[in-house]
């Protein structure tokens, strides 16, 4: 699943660690997530929304445009 | 919202540095648990001139109850403790192991079935089985780790 994970975290200039940290889980995750490897579960991606104030479809893209 | 700029710096680098202590203290505890139980059973052993039976009866139950105890425990903390995706890491390898097994011990019985290997003692069949599904499980879990975040580091 592609997503903007990468760009939000630049434009807040954090580090894959801070992100991670922020919503509980290790940079590991993060590199995967943002990799495109793990599909986040969804209590994860609500707060990986609430933290950058968006919405889950802004960050998350599943690739079926409907 | 405020960002920080380093590594060093800002909630979310304290709070994994807060975790990756957590984990180091749970090692050091599971380390010193497997440590007095590996201990427990080696002073249970029967004299090696004795021969077999190896244990005996008190440590024997001691370690069939201990060790799936201690097991269980740590695997319960384990998931705890871990994210999702190293969660999904270790389930991930299990079942590649749980396969591997399957499939290995099928394979294995039929060509014990037509004489294409020898017989093996129970004690052997068990040794393989049990060193099988470890060497699958760390092997999956490498090599997971190695596709889904890109080291090779413990899981």
């Given at each position: 699943m592609k997503n903007r994970l990468k760009v939000l975290r630049a434009e807040r200039d954090w580090s894959q660690a801070e992100l991670g940290g922020r919503v509980g889980v290790s940079r590991h995750a993060i590199i995967a997530i943002e990799t495109g490897k793990h599909d986040p579960s969804l209590p994860l991606a609500f707060k990986i929304a609430r933290l950058f104030g968006q919405s889950i479809e802004e960050i998350f893209d599943d690739g079926q445009d409907d | 919202m405020t960002g920080k700029t380093t590594?060093?710096?800002g909630p979310g680098v304290r709070a994994q540095q807060a975790m990756k202590r957590r984990w180091l203290v749970f090692q050091g505890l599971y380390a010193v648990a497997a440590t007095a139980l590996t201990v427990g059973l080696i002073m249970g052993r029967?004299?090696?001139?004795?021969?077999?039976?190896?244990?005996?009866p008190e440590a024997a139950v001691a370690g069939a109850v201990l060790l799936p105890l201690l097991t269980i425990v740590t695997m319960w903390f384990t998931f705890r403790m871990v994210d999702e995706v190293q969660r999904r890491i270790i389930i991930d390898a299990w079942a590649v192991a749980l396969i591997v097994v399957m499939f290995g011990a099928t394979s294995w019985l039929f060509l014990i079935g037509g004489g294409v290997v020898p017989q093996p003692s129970g004690h052997v069949a068990l040794g393989a089985l049990m060193g099988g599904a470890a060497l699958a499980v760390l092997v999956a879990a490498v090599w997971l780790r190695w596709r889904r975040i890109g080291d090779f580091g413990a899981v």
């Open positions: - | 590594d060093g710096e029967r004299e090696p001139a004795d021969g077999f039976p190896i244990f005996t």
